[in-house]
């Protein structure tokens, strides 16, 4: 007798412990547990200041990569549509402009200011050339990945010739920069889960790895808000997304365009508007 009246007495912290555990769960589960999900708003405020601004004027892009899309209009198109439904700004109804002719069209006008006739035998006093002022960089006739479209993006700090755009517009804030949309391939390892059965019959799931060879495309965004009223830049801001396929898969360009500026667009909106990310919350009762 004296034996056993330790032990019960050792035991009956643990069992007061489980029957409390026991209790609760017949508690959740027996009477059951309610609870309520409650939707919530989260404000994001805008990362510009854009209130001494009514309209707002999506000028145009230098683009380049892929011929199967024009990226200039289709960019400009996309985010003039966001803009009337997500923004308080006016959104002006104008010509896309063709930014890669304009800027040339600079480049050949600075050029030629710069070709002075020197005159005959002046040097540059060590018997050389003629001394010559710095000219302007020539622009690549055709864009193809992010070295050709660096040197357009001189065309942005040409403050005279924006707030000229302004004052034809009613000094909106305007948008432009540059898009590069381009095909991308990367061969690679993949991980894939195989199904196998063995010799009875059970079917397993087994994780293989196998070099594939994929295919997408790669979007360089960079957005440029300029003030219309000066021509000087604000704000600008660059994004990069990926998407890949296999190689079996034919998707449209214009489909990955889109896909990858969905992802964007959020960003994008949020430097101009504030934005409200939703959720919920769950209250015990």
């Given at each position: 007798m004296t034996d056993g009246a330790p032990r019960m007495t050792s035991r009956s912290p643990l069992l007061a412990v489980l029957g409390a555990v026991c209790a609760l769960g017949a508690l959740s589960l027996g009477c059951g547990i309610t609870y309520f999900e409650i939707p919530i708003e989260t404000p994001i405020q805008p990362k510009l200041d854009v209130s001494a601004f009514q309209r707002v004027l999506i000028a145009g892009f230098v683009a380049g990569g892929s011929e199967d899309v024009d990226a200039n209009q289709e960019t400009v198109r996309l985010l003039r549509s966001q803009l009337r439904s997500k923004s308080s700004l006016r959104v002006i109804d104008a010509e896309v402009m063709p930014l890669i002719e304009i800027a040339q069209d600079q480049n050949r006008?600075?050029?030629?200011?710069?070709?002075?006739?020197?005159?005959?035998?002046?040097?540059?006093?060590?018997?050389?050339?003629?001394?010559?002022?710095?000219?302007?960089?020539?622009?690549?006739?055709?864009?193809?990945?992010?070295?050709?479209?660096?040197?357009?993006?001189?065309?942005?700090?040409?403050?005279?010739?924006?707030?000229?755009?302004?004052?034809?517009?009613?000094?909106?804030?305007?948008?432009?920069?540059?898009?590069?949309?381009?095909?991308?391939?990367?061969?690679?390892?993949?991980?894939?889960?195989?199904?196998?059965?063995?010799?009875?019959?059970?079917?397993?799931?087994?994780?293989?790895?196998?070099?594939?060879?994929?295919?997408?495309?790669?979007?360089?965004?960079?957005?440029?808000?300029?003030?219309?009223?000066?021509?000087?830049?604000?704000?600008s801001e660059s994004y990069r997304e990926e998407i890949l396929y296999n190689a079996q898969q034919n998707t449209p360009a214009l489909s990955s365009y889109f896909e990858l500026m969905d992802r964007l667009v959020p960003n994008f909106l949020n430097a101009l508007s504030s934005q409200k990310i939703r959720g919920t919350r769950v209250l015990l009762k």
């Open positions: 006008s600075a050029t030629a200011d710069d070709e002075v006739p020197e005159p005959v035998g002046a040097t540059n006093g060590v018997g050389g050339a003629p001394e010559r002022g710095d000219q302007p960089l020539p622009l690549p006739q055709e864009i193809r990945d992010e070295k050709d479209i660096e040197p357009y993006e001189r065309l942005f700090a040409n403050t005279a010739y924006w707030k000229r755009i302004g004052e034809e517009h009613q000094n909106p804030l305007i948008v432009t920069g540059t898009v590069l949309f381009m095909p991308h391939t990367r061969s690679g390892f993949v991980s894939r889960d195989q199904e196998q059965y063995d010799s009875f019959g059970r079917r397993r799931i087994v994780p293989t790895r196998t070099f594939t060879e994929r295919k997408g495309f790669i979007l360089r965004p960079k957005f440029v808000f300029i003030d219309g009223r000066t021509g000087a830049t604000m704000h």
